[in-house]
């Protein structure tokens, strides 16, 4: 294996290396629980990152949202290019579970749709766990949902080896029995394809192909090559092909599922006979009947997940299978911001229990299906090595289990925590359109935080009648538009956002000095120590940043907010007098919403999509359908690197070609793909 390298321009500073070492220590000598109290802007993971490569271990790090967790993806996918880092979130764009709502008597069918981007890396993640040591695979709450056994992931592998014998006949039922699909006209991800003498398999976990060149029933050759060019990467003398699902089963295996099912499923007919409900008898029948045929026959049927407790051999109530299961034990997790992420993490039980239970008890499901779960709490601990919880703003729980809780208070940019002043609700309003006049004559902009949304929207319309450029966000405002919203704050768009708590973890807005805090003695999550601790780190990014909170009295949360915040300043100041920094704004490019378009058509120069844009005519349909192709490829190839700000781009335009008739100037209505982030 390759061991863990860090590659950067800098190394550790301020704070960094005492941290590093406090906890590299920690885990060599097996404490099980530390916390990296680490505040905005202190580098954290950088710091993780060394620790990695101090350890040298299999790392898992659980974020709590797919944004946070892709941003995540692509620093440390930066710190260790020798090494694999992999991506594991949900893989859906959109979904919408199975369910039933008895008080309506409606039954609401699985629909989804699936980012066959993120799939591939999810497999990806699962096949480097196979191969490697030097793993690091950054994860959302996914990790606690079921997986296939990794035994049979890894048992049911193709292991090919040059100049040994393969059959052919043998191999092309194998791959079938991996979920490959046999497509000889194109080779896609998760297909193969037979050309004489030569195989031509496409994994589905991967980004390049394999060709085997057999020779008489004898492996004469094996290469990677890249299935758009048909480039020769690199030869082998042995190759593994892994399943091209998580979920799969063993020819042998499916005799004694199916036999399993059936006792169940008799069962629950037994059952529902004796409650006299008939039609949930025949319903289940009906379905599970189907879903057996389809087993036996192909080894696979939709919602196999659904009876991953008999494929398995599971008794009722045990855990699933997980992502934790193909990691070795000596794994080492980090909990990014785990004051959100390990509530979370124990909330998705409960939740996902009740929605299955109304399909078992109405005969759309057997009971099985119940144990296509997430873990459990207090399963989640069990399987866990090593963990070190990372966050501003630890709760009582980690810092209580924690060996040790390191501080990382000291920022390498020689920034101050800001200065936080509380001041009467009366006259709040005349005193904040002072202060973000101030900011507005430095350049600089300024946040407002309110308890609700129609607050947001109604300040909104109250500064903007004096003559303010203000706009608000909340979660009503799309994910894409919140993010225009943001990179117009930052470029100068307008001046002042306001929202509510859409603005505490994972945004960077270094132009931000100004926070004001609305009803901050109010009692409640909106206004607890965590929240205020995480609003006032936003204006931690600027030398001149200040927080303004407004109350009537000074909550505990308050106190403990203001009073912690000051000694880190203290602290901070003391370093900078020391080592003679002077703090300054970060100062980070913004790329710009409005002009992405242009930038997005100049690195298209020499491509097909320019060459179609300088000679489009909007009226011309053949035109429009060319250039909406050529559009669609290159926003795919945006959303596979995870840049859906610029991916969002081309579909706003690709949704304003279509909207015009042919040889007409007037628009229709038009629907283009979905493309998120979060």
């Known amino acids: 294996m390759k061991p863990f390298k860090v590659v950067a321009d800098y190394e550790p500073a301020g704070d960094q290396p005492e941290a590093i070492a406090a906890l590299v220590s920690g885990v060599k000598n097996g404490d099980k629980f530390q916390t990296l109290k680490g505040i905005t802007g202190s580098g954290k993971t950088f710091t993780m990152a060394k620790i990695i490569e101090a350890v040298q271990r299999p790392t898992l790090v659980i974020s709590h949202n797919k944004t946070l967790a892709a941003q995540l993806y692509r620093e440390f996918k930066n710190f260790f290019p020798e090494n694999a880092v992999e991506y594991f979130v949900s893989y859906y764009d959109y979904y919408q579970p199975e369910a039933y709502v008895p008080s309506r008597d409606l039954y609401i069918e699985k629909d989804a749709s699936i980012n066959e981007e993120i799939d591939r890396m999810r497999l990806s993640a699962t096949f480097s766990l196979m191969e490697r040591r030097d793993v690091i695979v950054i994860s959302t709450v996914s990790c606690i949902y079921g997986l296939g056994l990794p035994e049979t992931y890894r048992d049911m592998r193709i292991t090919i080896e040059k100049g040994k014998p393969l059959d052919s006949e043998d191999f092309k039922k194998r791959l079938v029995s991996l979920q490959y699909t046999r497509n000889d006209a194109v080779l896609e991800r998760g297909t193969f394809r037979v050309r004489g003498d030569i195989f031509e398999i496409f994994p589905a976990y991967m980004e390049e192909a394999y060709r085997v060149d ?11 090559f890249n299935p758009l060019t048909g480039e020769t990467i690199m030869d082998y003398e042995e190759l593994s092909i892994y399943p091209a ?38 319903r289940l029948k009906t379905r599970t009947e189907y879903d057996i045929e389809m087993l036996q026959e192909m080894g696979y049927c939709p919602g ?80 866990l090595n090593q963990v070190i919880f990372v966050s501003a703003t630890p709760r009582e729980i980690e810092s209580k289990r924690s060996a040790r809780i390191v501080e990382q208070i000291i920022r390498p940019t020689g920034l101050l925590d800001p200065l936080i002043s509380v001041r009467p609700t009366d006259g709040q309003m005349e005193d904040i359109y002072r202060e973000v006049k101030k900011r507005i004559e430095k350049n600089e902009r300024s946040l407002i935080l309110t308890l609700t949304k129609r607050m947001a929207e109604d300040l909104t319309d109250y500064l903007g009648g004096l003559g303010l450029k203000v706009k608000y966000i909340h979660s009503e405002v799309e994910t894409i538009e919140r993010v225009e919203i943001l990179k117009g704050l930052r470029s100068g768009d307008f001046d002042i956002l306001i929202g509510i708590n859409l603005l505490r973890e994972g945004i960077d807005l270094p132009e931000v000095s100004f926070i004001a805090i609305l009803d901050a003695d109010k009692i409640g999550f909106l206004r607890s120590a965590t929240s205020l601790f995480q609003i006032a780190g936003r204006a931690a990014r600027n030398a001149n940043g200040e927080v303004v909170m407004y109350a009537d009295k000074i909550s ?20 900078n007098e020391k080592h003679g920094i002077t703090p300054k704004t970060i100062k980070k490019a913004v790329s710009d919403i409005l002009t ?65 008739k042919s040889f007409t100037g007037k628009k229709q209505s038009g629907t283009g793909k979905k493309i998120t982030g979060s």
């Not at 509530?343 to 009971?367: H, I, T, W």
């Not at 505990?556 to 370093?575: C, G, N, S, V």
Request: charged letters at 35%.
């Open 214 to 224: 057999l020779d008489w029933e004898t492996v004469a050759g094996i290469i990677k």
């Open 245 to 282: 699902k998580h979920f799969v089963l063993k020819e042998d295996a499916v005799p004694n599922a199916v036999s399993r099912i059936k006792d169940e499923l008799e069962e629950q007919l037994a059952r529902f006979q004796a409650q006299n409900k008939l039609l949930e008898a025949e």
């Open 304 to 383: 196999i997940e659904n009876y991953s407790a008999p494929i398995s051999g599971r008794n009722p109530g045990e855990p699933p299978a997980t992502l934790f299961h193909y990691f070795p034990k000596d794994f080492l997790l980090f909990m990014d911001e785990s004051h959100v992420t390990w509530p979370q993490v124990g909330a998705m039980y409960e939740g996902d229990r009740s929605r299955k239970q109304n399909l078992v008890d109405f005969g759309f499901r057997l009971p099985c299906a119940l144990d296509n779960r997430p873990l459990k709490i207090d399963e989640f601990e069990s399987m």
């Open 556 to 575: 505990p949360a308050m106190k403990e907010t203001i009073d912690e915040t000051a000694r880190r300043r203290r602290i901070q100041e003391q370093y």
């Open 596 to 660: 992405r378009e242009i930038e997005i058509k100049q690195e298209a120069a020499q491509t097909e999509t320019a060459a179609l844009m300088n000679s489009f005519n909007m009226f011309i349909e053949s035109d429009r359908k060319k250039l909406i192709k050529a559009l669609e490829k290159e926003m795919n190839e945006y959303a596979e690197e995870l840049r859906f700000e610029e991916a969002a781009v081309i579909r706003d335009k690709i949704e304003e070609i279509r909207g015009y």
